[in-house]
């Protein structure tokens, strides 16, 4: 693999030209398409099989208008004020009935007449307690300073046009015209659209800085910058344009993006740092050095790559279409980024030539400054960490099961108005309707029950006795009946719980109502099937929660088998997947503790904490243990090197870090600060996914990778590299390092046919 990655990194640097204008053709035809086919994103987060899925399936083919999504508008006035004054009362309704002239708006007569029941009946279920009163089609908390429009959508709002909810919120705030005194608040899922905003630019900025300090050159920096702006250019803009083919979701391209981002700069960080180390160090051309640089470091950027794509990939065996969809595009962002690094950036850097290093830098390097001053932190640091090995591994084991300490009270879900900032309109609704009305009137549920026998029909008495007795449950505020399908043989109850979406109450509320065996279920011979926003929100977290040990296992075993391929050890692997667990775990627990219990919420710009987004872990494990795999070949792999070239116990440990420890340090840095630019966005999902990867890569890179690896690793000494001659043979060998390609380099180089100028040292002896 090195070779071949020699032969064309060579390639690109000398046929330049026709590199970059391949890849400028590459984002021409996405640019094309994307104009040709649109961007076609939805919020749609379902997941087929679960009940409240199912019963929506249901609803779509007997009764379609019950399945549309469900929605609101709060109508408040001043404190102390009532709304029910004829001058507001004709606002609010001309607001209302301009709603209802939406083609995509449930009209309660429609619905009535669909479902066989009166229009009363019908707009009483949808108004939560009735439709007469002074706000028809409006319900009036009983202080009047709060009146809630509750309607539906013909189709759920994942499938509505983008113009809609806009149309809707316009119609909505019509009423707060000629001073009087209205306030239209819409729901949380009218406002809901994640979007890539303006913090995201503090990561690159951050990003540059650290990429100058460590290449020393303003050209140097500039390379891992444009590669992976054009990486994910391209793949976030390929996502956009292939959008029509496949459902994805509005936060699908921002995580792209994000991951993107960051692979694509440190990728191209490594094999730049690795071509200006070979020609400072070892006095090769920038041609040679470049080409070399590919063949070594670009097979483990490479390697690392398709380890985040597999990673990535595993997320499909757990059989959710949204989140495949994720993985996929995430993935492509990666696999883009990967080939940028190994076909454009080396046609790049023949364009900058000889450049690529300052004349300032050559001197000092000709001078034998550069190489103490680099490593001079590093050995102080490794030699720290070795001398007190023991104490490091128990202080890391013992600070990591801190921190994850919080993981044993972590709630999954999805975000909701309860958990906006306090200055949105989404979390003046929520609290309005509370207030006036109760926390449950901001998550109905839409029942639906079925004889147990076949044959049976659902007669009006079995309906309203069936009404009544969900009425007397502890925790139910409003039971309304709906109606039954034109067949006879399905009922629907709208129904309010007391309780909030999130709240543990209104999970037992749905499972209950659930159970076949239910008091309900028996005395009235029915089946229950239970849908609605807040059902299908319960049964996404608990199939995703159910679905995560899972992954992880998958995680564990695949992070074996590919070390051990990899590394040529069995304590390597067991070591480095130990430390991602411990990893993983304790930055569940931070998150836990910051977007769950609160924890310096002002510092990360939220008002109130809430569950962890449901899918949250799932992506982040994937990710993290991707970029995690990537420090661990980049460090790890330079011990092994050192350790075969020599160097024996603890000094090929020192040796090894010394080489490796600054570009993994600058890289983590960066992904870092690309991953924190995203903490600052205002949604909360993008928040909390960017916290997370941030605080991961933090935690693995500085506590695992750069104090309990090293530590580890001279605890085991020359042990750690051990391997059974029967696996040995079994084993084939990947050559990540480019031993095999230095090895043939150095052949030519002594028989005279020397690839590079004037080679100082010997070709694998340095490593960045």
Same mark, same amino acid.
């Given at each position: 693999m090195s070779t071949l990655l020699y032969k064309m990194g060579k390639a690109a640097y000398d046929k330049r030209?026709?590199?970059?204008?391949?890849?400028?053709?590459?984002?021409?035809?996405?640019?094309?398409?994307?104009?040709?086919?649109g961007i076609h994103v939805s919020s749609e987060m379902k997941i087929e099989g679960t009940e409240s899925q199912k019963v929506l399936d249901q609803l779509a083919e007997e009764l379609p208008a019950a399945a549309g999504g469900q929605a609101s508008i709060v109508f408040t006035a001043p404190k102390g004020e009532r709304l029910d004054t004829p001058e507001r009362v004709a606002l609010i309704g001309k607001a209302i009935n301009e709603i209802y002239q939406s083609e995509y708006v449930i009209n309660p007569a429609e619905l009535a007449a669909q479902a066989g029941a009166s229009a009363d009946a019908a707009g009483g279920a949808q108004a939560g307690t009735g439709a007469s009163g002074p706000l028809p089609g409006a319900t009036l908390s009983a202080d009047g300073n709060v009146a809630l429009f509750q309607f539906q959508f013909t189709v759920q709002q994942t499938s509505l046009p983008a113009s809609v909810p806009d149309a809707v919120i316009a119609a909505a705030e019509s009423a707060e015209q000629n001073d009087s005194g209205i306030t239209a608040l819409p729901s949380d899922s009218l406002t809901s659209k994640p979007a890539i905003g303006s913090t995201e630019g503090i990561g690159i900025v951050v990003a540059a800085i650290v990429l100058l300090l460590t290449l020393g050159s303003v050209v140097a920096a500039g390379l891992p910058l444009l590669t992976a702006l054009l990486g994910v250019g391209i793949s976030v803009g390929a996502a956009y344009a292939f959008s029509s083919f496949f459902t994805m979701t509005d936060i699908t391209p921002v995580l792209a993006l994000m991951v993107g981002l960051a692979v694509g700069i440190d990728y191209s960080l490594f094999i730049v740092n690795r071509q200006r180390r070979m020609i400072l160090d070892q006095?090769?051309?920038?041609?040679?050095?470049?080409?070399?640089?590919?063949?070594?470091?670009?097979?483990?950027?490479?390697?690392?790559? @398709? *380890?985040?794509?597999? %990673? +990535?990939? #595993?997320?499909?065996?757990i059989g959710i279409g949204f989140l495949s969809a994720m993985a996929l595009v995430a993935a492509a962002s990666v696999l883009v980024n990967?080939?940028?690094? @190994? *076909?454009?950036?080396? %046609? +790049?850097? #023949?364009f900058v030539g000889e450049r690529i290093c300052s004349a300032k830098a050559r001197q000092r390097s000709a001078g034998g400054h550069g190489a103490g001053q680099r490593h001079g932190v590093a050995r102080r640091w490794v030699g720290g960490v070795v001398k007190t090995r023991y104490l490091i591994v128990v202080a890391a084991i013992v600070v990591l099961g801190v921190a994850a300490i919080p993981v044993a009270e972590m709630e999954l879900g999805i975000p909701s108005g309860k958990t906006a900032n306090l200055d949105t309109g989404a979390r003046q609704s929520y609290d309005a309707i509370s207030a006036g009305f109760g926390e449950g009137f901001n998550g109905p549920l839409l029942l639906v029950a079925r004889p147990k026998d076949a044959a049976a029909k659902v007669t009006m008495e079995m309906l309203g006795g069936l009404t009544q007795a969900l009425q007397q449950h502890d925790n139910v505020s409003l039971a309304a009946p709906m109606g039954v399908n034109q067949a006879g043989d399905m009922a629907i109850v709208s129904l309010i719980p007391r309780t909030g979406p999130t709240d543990a109450a209104t999970k037992r509320l749905v499972n209950e109502l659930r159970a076949a065996d239910s008091g309900l279920a028996q005395t009235y011979g029915v089946t229950i099937g239970v849908t609605g926003f807040t059902a299908i929100n319960i049964d996404m977290s608990s199939k995703l929660a159910e679905a995560f040990p899972l992954y992880v296992g998958v995680i564990v075993v695949l992070s074996l088998i590919i070390l051990?391929?990899?590394?040529?050890?069995?304590?390597?692997?067991?070591?480095?997947?130990?430390?991602f667990l411990l990893s993983i775990l304790?930055?569940?627990?931070?998150?836990?503790?910051?977007?769950?219990?609160?924890?310096?919420?002002?510092?990360?710009?939220?008002?109130?904490?809430?569950?962890?987004?449901?899918?949250m872990p799932i992506m982040v494990t994937g990710i993290l243990y991707g970029l995690a795999m990537d420090y661990q070949v980049f460090l790890v792999s330079s011990m092994r090197e050192s350790f075969v070239h020599g160097q024996r116990g603890k000094n090929s440990v020192v040796h090894g870090y010394e080489q490796a420890?600054?570009?993994?340090?600058?890289?983590?840095?960066?992904?870092v600060s690309v991953f924190a630019g995203f903490i600052f966005a205002h949604d909360i999902m993008i928040k909390q996914i960017g916290f997370a990867l941030a605080i991961g890569i933090l935690i693995d890179a500085f506590v695992v990778r750069m104090a309990l690896v090293p530590a580890v690793m001279a605890l085991f000494g020359d042990s750690a590299?051990?391997?059974?001659?029967?696996?040995?043979?079994?084993?084939?060998n990947l050559d990540v390092e480019g031993e095999k390609l230095l090895a043939e380099l150095q052949a030519q180089e002594s028989a005279g046919s020397k690839p590079g100028s004037r080679p100082r040292a010997n070709a694998g002896s340095s490593r960045a």
């Open positions: 030209w026709r590199f970059l204008v391949g890849w400028i053709v590459v984002l021409g035809v996405v640019i094309a398409l994307l104009g040709a086919n006095g090769l051309s920038a041609r040679e050095a470049s080409s070399r640089a590919v063949g070594t470091a670009g097979s483990a950027v490479l390697f690392a790559g @398709l *380890t985040v794509i597999v %990673a +990535l990939c #595993g997320m499909l065996v990967v080939l940028v690094a @190994l *076909t454009l950036l080396p %046609a +790049l850097l #023949g051990l391929l990899v590394f040529r050890s069995i304590i390597v692997p067991i070591k480095a997947t130990i430390g304790a930055t569940f627990g931070i998150a836990t503790a910051v977007f769950q219990w609160g924890w310096l919420h002002s510092l990360f710009g939220f008002d109130t904490g809430g569950p962890l987004l449901s899918f420890s600054r570009v993994v340090v600058a890289a983590a840095v960066i992904m590299w051990r391997l059974p001659k029967w696996l040995d043979r079994l084993l084939p």
